[in-house]
């Protein structure tokens, strides 16, 4: 088979990639040098896509209720289910949940399908918990949720400031581009905004470590210290923006000096001031800001203060100077397009837009259109729990890990009568409350485009055969569409179909401003479309080429052609006022893994370089609580409690914690960091503020640790067993334990693996124990059990499942849990490479001082480069472990 080029489903980077489909799976991928986002680089997550392919996990067939049935079955009760109670308690009763993960030309579908013909407003999607502050604060500065910039600009800024934002592991070639710019051309500047020193700060010349929640204050007092420098751009101000007077106002009442700013935001009042005055230096600015600023109570306040300062300076679409949103999911930018959220119509237009709803509904000859804004994800999702909403169809989401409250979600869910899940894996902790389960195609098996987060429209093309019964979730809901009468509006043979009306319904034949417009695009063939190259709208039939940055004439989506200034008046977030509980909660994302880890989480080497969930904490408030490093711990509030190994990192402010967002009830015990945040949301764009709760952290009373490598990945842990966490490993699963006293540890063996163990060794003085178990002459199990989370590396045992025989000696060698000449090469770092942080120790000692003498000894970082600022914290640790 040929090379065929389609686009990585992770990030809203949005790389290209190469894939030789071989036999039913592919070829190790390459980045696409011809693809515009990043012309031939992959991060760790895209080049491991091949690793995560595959029917294993897959969802095959269609359930109801438990039942696996054909599709025949499965779509008329979707389709009566729903008619039946439209027709009792109307077309409200009904909601859509969405998501950034879906095509363009599914979610498409998806919104005509409820908006227009099942005639209910309430189609919201996960972009609500992602991007919608960034949406909401664009609308308000330019009428229109446009993206100004471009990846160009990142190149060519002078000064880039990361706000909220982590992109050497959330964007990882993204931020790579940046850094070689950087490094090419001395004499620019980078500045990370975030409450923790991140690997993002590997290129930061300056961190701004503020106290949570206090980001508009901060670029409220920018605003002001420019106003008092003079260097407004007045000109530009008169011009092509208005509102500056009253955001000025209300940034003076909040941040009158630069004093007061350091004390609110908690910082050094010279950090400040070096922030602003390289900020008034340097027009060629980019504000790259992300979850750290959305995902707040005043998310949109935080986006609008951050996008004043560009405004006052005249920085918005000119070369390296721009406010830049980056998003988040692959298609997150397609589903705003889309008009994917509740508060959206199509095409960019609103329920609002004058003339908007006639149009959207002649042009769908939709028979019950909805006439106004309906629930956002959170209100959704109340309305479930009230039983306004009796049917929920959720596509290409896990809310029952994702969306805050997660416990509460689950109970609506649980009492919902028809829950509906499309998903491409058997098990997530949302499929297991569906009535109706659909197997949806996954990446490499399905045709369409994403968006990404520089307005560039790429192909994802089909790769493989679809696994089992899969269908594309296009074709899913015009199934049901059908199904239901609809067959006029559904009758696509294809994707390139869709695209196209998509296409014409954008094409602007108002007199509107509105950018996003892809006209040009409408009249595509079937071949044209296959053959599509990466294009960025706006693309019209006069710019087929499409268009690198909007607003270049100063020219504005709002009615007058005015940008506008809106006034912030911070507030203080105090998430528990009575002071009880100690510890400020912070989520987010590592490296490895996406999300609710229902790819990554299949890929060995992905979860190398984190296997368990952990909380980070600062070595302080652990010694004050009298915990320590690597011990499991527990948070607990009002909404829940998460369970995970501490770090011990200073990395962390006193008193806050970080814990990671991906770790699912599928893959352990209790460490779903959702249910720790309330259900707390911004007045204005409704997006949850999953970035600050507060909680309690106390010790995981247990009496023992333990690895369980097995053959098979379903294990049920029973009995004195608390704790558990599943890890897949190249030849077996590991399982990660801790658990209560046990007396008799032959005994327990025995009756979680449903046999005695062929071999023992029992140390009861030293709290150890091991166990291996063997099928015919190879290994089934083997369990090793110690007072403290002291393992070797388990790479060793875990070669051993491949092997047909074991001799007297590895079977010796078996209960020591590792061959006495296999060093042990510790934590992966390099995942590219799989390089461990013993080996890196170990070049250290041997004289590689440098990164790159370490990238020249083991290969480490030289790939993707993500681990590049793991390896610099390595060598530092070491220097100041040798320096006298
Ligand atoms: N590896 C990986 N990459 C991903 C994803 C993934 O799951 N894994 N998901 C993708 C998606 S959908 C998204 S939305 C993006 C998200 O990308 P990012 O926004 O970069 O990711 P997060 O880690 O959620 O949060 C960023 C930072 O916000 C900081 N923060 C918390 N509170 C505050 C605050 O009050 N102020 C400021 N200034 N900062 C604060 C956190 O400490 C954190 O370091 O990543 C995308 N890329
Ligand atoms: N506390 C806290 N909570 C957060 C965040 C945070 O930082 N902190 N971040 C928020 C953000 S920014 C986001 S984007 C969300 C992400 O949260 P989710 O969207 O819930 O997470 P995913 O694991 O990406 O879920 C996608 C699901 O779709 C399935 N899937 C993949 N491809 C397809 C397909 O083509 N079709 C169908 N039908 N299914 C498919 C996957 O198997 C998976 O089950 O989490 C949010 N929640
Ligand atoms: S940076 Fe994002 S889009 Fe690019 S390979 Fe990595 S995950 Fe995929
Ligand atoms: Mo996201």
Not at 213 to 230: P, Y
Not at 626 to 653: F, P, S, V, W
Not at 714 to 718: M, T
């Given at each position: 088979m040929s090379e065929i080029q389609t686009t990585c489903p992770y990030c809203g980077v949005g790389c290209g990639v190469r894939a030789t489909p071989s036999g039913d799976t592919l070829n190790p991928v390459q980045g696409d040098a011809a693809h515009p986002a990043n012309a031939g680089r992959l991060c760790v997550k895209g080049a491991a896509l091949h690793e995560t392919l595959g029917t294993a996990?897959?969802?095959?067939?269609?359930?109801?209720?438990?039942?696996?049935?054909?599709?025949?079955?499965?779509?008329?009760?979707?389709?009566?289910?729903?008619?039946?109670?439209r027709d009792h308690q109307g077309p409200n009763a009904i909601g859509l949940y969405l998501s950034g993960q879906l095509l363009t030309e599914d979610y498409y579908v998806a919104n005509k399908f409820g908006k227009g013909f099942l005639g209910t407003p309430h189609v919201d999607t996960n972009s609500r918990l992602c991007m919608s502050s960034a949406v909401a604060a664009y609308k308000r500065a330019f009428g229109e949720d446009a993206?100004?910039?471009?990846?160009?600009?990142?190149?060519?800024?002078?000064?880039?400031?990361?706000?909220?934002?982590?992109?050497?592991?959330?964007?990882?070639?993204?931020?790579?581009?940046?850094?070689?710019?950087?490094?090419?051309?001395?004499?620019?500047?980078?500045?990370?905004?975030?409450?923790?020193?991140?690997?993002?700060?590997?290129?930061?010349?300056?961190?701004?470590?503020?106290?949570?929640?206090?980001?508009?204050?901060?670029?409220?007092?920018?605003?002001?210290?420019?106003?008092?420098?003079?260097?407004?751009?007045?000109?530009?101000?008169?011009?092509?923006?208005?509102?500056?007077?009253?955001?000025?106002?209300?940034?003076?009442?909040?941040?009158?000096?630069?004093?007061s700013v350091a004390a609110q935001c908690d910082l050094d009042e010279a950090d400040v001031r070096c922030f602003y005055s390289w900020f008034e230096a340097t027009p060629k600015t980019v504000s790259f800001w992300s979850q750290g600023l959305n995902q707040s109570t005043s998310g949109t306040d935080n986006g609008s203060a951050l996008i004043n300062c560009h405004l006052a300076t005249g920085r918005v679409g000119k070369p390296g100077a721009t406010p830049f949103s980056i998003t988040g999911q692959p298609n997150a930018m397609g589903g705003r397009e889309v008009g994917g959220l509740a508060n959206q119509l199509a095409a960019h237009l609103d329920y609002d837009t004058p003339g908007a709803l006639a149009e959207v509904e002649g042009f769908w000859q939709a028979p019950a259109m909805a006439t106004e804004p309906g629930y956002k994800a959170v209100?959704?999702?109340?309305?479930?729990?009230?039983?306004?909403?009796?049917?929920?169809?959720?596509?290409?989401?896990?809310?029952?890990?994702?969306?805050?409250?997660?416990?509460?979600?689950?109970?609506?869910?649980?009492?919902?009568?028809?829950?509906?899940?499309?998903?491409?894996?058997?098990?997530?902790?949302?499929?297991?409350?569906a009535d109706i389960v659909l197997p949806a195609c996954g990446w490499s098996e399905k045709d369409g485009t994403v968006t990404n987060s520089e307005r560039c429209i790429s192909r994802q093309r089909a790769l493989l055969e679809a696994a089992g019964e899969s269908r594309p979730d296009w074709w899913i809901i015009s199934q049901v569409a059908r199904r239901m009468g609809f067959e006029n509006g559904f009758n696509y043979p294809g994707p390139a179909e869709i695209f196209r009306e998509h296409a014409r319904l954008s094409a602007r034949h108002?007199?509107?401003r509105l950018q996003f417009d892809i006209g040009g695009l409408a009249r595509l063939s079937d071949h044209d479309y296959n053959t599509m190259e990466p294009v960025q709208w706006p693309v019209t039939p006069e710019h087929l080429h499409g268009r690198r940055r909007l607003f270049t004439d100063g020219r504005f989506a709002t009615a007058d052609g005015r940008a506008r200034m809106v006034p912030v008046t911070p507030v203080q977030t105090v998430t528990d006022p009575e002071g009880r509980a100690p510890l400020q909660i912070n989520s987010g994302r590592i490296r490895d893994q996406w999300h609710t880890m229902t790819r990554t989480g299949r890929a060995p080497r992905l979860l190398q370089h984190y296997s368990e969930p952990f909380i980070e904490a600062n070595p302080e408030d652990l010694r004050h609580l009298?915990?320590?490093?690597?011990?499991?711990?527990?948070?607990?509030?009002?909404?829940?409690?998460?369970?995970?190994?501490?770090?011990?990192?200073?990395?962390?402010?006193q008193g806050e914690v970080f814990v990671p967002i991906h770790w699912s009830d599928r893959i352990t015990t209790s460490s779903v960091a959702s249910r720790l945040f309330p259900a707390a949301t911004d007045p204005v764009s409704g997006q949850p503020g999953s970035k600050l709760s507060d909680g309690r952290l106390t010790p995981f009373q247990c009496h023992w640790q333990g690895r369980l490598l097995t053959h098979t990945d379903?294990?049920?842990?029973?009995g004195e067993a608390l704790f558990h966490v599943r890890v897949p490993m190249s030849n077996s699963t590991c399982w990660h334990l801790a658990g209560d006293q046990v007396t008799d540890w032959s005994c327990r063996a025995a009756d979680w693996l449903g046999r005695t163990p062929d071999a023992e060794m029992h140390d009861p003085g030293a709290g150890r124990y091991r166990a291996a178990w063997y099928d015919r002459d190879g290994i089934a199990a083997v369990l090793l059990i110690e007072p403290t989370n002291d393992f070797p590396g388990l790479d060793w045992l875990d070669s051993l499942f491949t092997a047909p025989t074991l001799n007297e000696e590895t079977r010796r060698q078996v209960l020591a849990g590792r061959a006495a000449d296999v060093p042990d090469t510790g934590a992966i770092v390099c995942s590219c490479f799989q390089v461990g942080e013993y080996s890196i120790e170990t070049a250290i000692n041997d004289g590689a001082n440098s990164v790159s003498a370490l990238g020249n000894t083991l290969k480490c970082g030289t790939n993707c480069g993500s681990c590049v600022p793991e390896l610099k914290a390595i060598l530092e640790k070491k220097a100041a472990l040798t320096s006298p």
């Open positions: 996990g897959r969802l095959l067939r269609p359930r109801v209720r438990g039942q696996e049935t054909s599709w025949e079955e499965a779509l008329s009760a979707v389709a009566d289910g729903l008619a039946a109670i993206v100004p910039g471009c990846y160009d600009d990142l190149e060519e800024a002078e000064l880039m400031v990361f706000a909220g934002a982590n992109p050497a592991w959330n964007h990882p070639v993204l931020y790579q581009r940046i850094k070689q710019a950087f490094a090419t051309q001395p004499g620019r500047r980078a500045v990370v905004i975030d409450p923790r020193r991140t690997a993002s700060c590997d290129m930061a010349d300056l961190h701004l470590a503020l106290r949570p929640g206090t980001d508009a204050t901060l670029w409220n007092g920018l605003l002001v210290w420019l106003a008092d420098r003079q260097m407004l751009d007045k000109a530009w101000l008169a011009e092509h923006c208005s509102g500056l007077e009253a955001a000025l106002d209300s940034a003076r009442a909040s941040a009158p000096d630069t004093a209100e959704l999702f109340e309305a479930v729990e009230r039983g306004e909403i009796q049917a929920l169809w959720i596509m290409a989401t896990n809310p029952a890990v994702s969306l805050p409250d997660a416990d509460r979600v689950r109970r609506a869910l649980e009492i919902c009568p028809l829950v509906i899940v499309s998903d491409c894996v058997d098990d997530t902790d949302t499929l297991a409350l108002r007199q509107d009298e915990m320590k490093d690597g011990e499991l711990a527990t948070l607990q509030n009002n909404t829940g409690h998460y369970t995970g190994r501490l770090i011990a990192t200073d990395a962390q402010r379903s294990f049920q842990c029973s």
